[in-house]
């Protein structure tokens, strides 16, 4: 079965400062992986996914991601954070072929300091 | 106009009391999801759709049913409400033609309280 795991259930970080979110999973083949945004009262918007290809995914609003095989990992960063980034962060994973949903991870909630 | 409504999008109601939730999409996706949400649990899979025929239960779907009246309608039942169903509860959508990337659209959710 697949899985994510997201270890830090509150990060603090200063306006300006660098940010890296943590998501490890667990599937048996290549998955699909994807960061998720929750503003405050809203739904989810996705930031970006990776499905094959090159590792270092960009996304919107200044984040990028990479995918390590080896570490089973998708870590989200950013190099310099604005207030309005203050959100919750899912990571979530897919099969690649089949008939399974999308697993979320358990939410990473990011405060950022003026 | 939004992609994925979902109505309502706040209801308090009783414990016991038989309560719907809709979810209506205007994107043409052939699959639908329900996922409640909770504080330090992400979100959890309750049902999925892969068309209208086509229904199966995903983690969580103990005291909940649905109903896929349509490709753009996909709607979630709690036969008794009970109080640990209180939530918020997202509908999402995704379309797995072409590409087949399994990226989801969520709607804006709907809070429920259970009292």
């Known amino acids: 079965a697949q899985s994510v795991t997201q270890p830090d259930i509150h990060i603090t970080v200063s306006e300006g400062a660098s940010l890296e979110l943590r998501c490890n999973y667990s599937?048996?083949?290549?998955?699909?992986l994807f960061w998720y945004v929750q503003s405050p009262g809203q739904g989810l918007q996705l930031l970006l996914k990776?499905?094959?290809?090159?590792?270092l995914v960009q996304g919107i609003k200044g984040f990028e991601a990479e995918f390590k095989r080896s570490q089973s990992s998708f870590n989200l960063r950013k190099p310099s954070v604005h207030w309005s980034d203050a959100a919750e962060y899912f990571c979530?994973?897919?099969?690649?072929?089949?008939?399974?949903?999308?697993?979320f991870g358990s939410g990473t909630r990011l405060q950022v300091q003026p | 106009d939004a992609d994925v409504t979902q109505t309502p999008r706040n209801r308090i109601t009783k414990t016991g009391k038989r309560i719907m939730l809709e979810c209506s999409q205007t994107?043409?996706?052939?699959?639908m999801y329900w996922y409640r949400q909770d504080p330090g649990l992400g979100l959890r899979l309750i049902y999925y759709s892969f068309d209208v025929k086509d229904i199966n239960k995903g983690e969580i779907s103990d005291g909940y049913s649905v109903s896929r009246q349509a490709q753009a309608k996909f709607s979630l039942s709690l036969e008794s409400a009970i109080p640990n169903q209180t939530a918020l509860y997202f509908c999402?959508?995704?379309?797995?033609?072409?590409?087949?990337?399994?990226?989801?659209?969520f709607g804006p959710g709907t809070r429920l309280t259970v009292t």
């Open positions: 979530a994973v897919g099969a690649n072929t089949g008939r399974r949903a999308l697993t």
């Open positions: 990776y499905f094959s290809g090159d590792t």
């Open positions: 994107k043409g996706h052939d699959r």
């Open positions: 999402a959508t995704s379309d797995t033609s072409g590409t087949g990337s399994h990226e989801q659209y």
């Open positions: 599937y048996g083949a290549t998955p699909y």
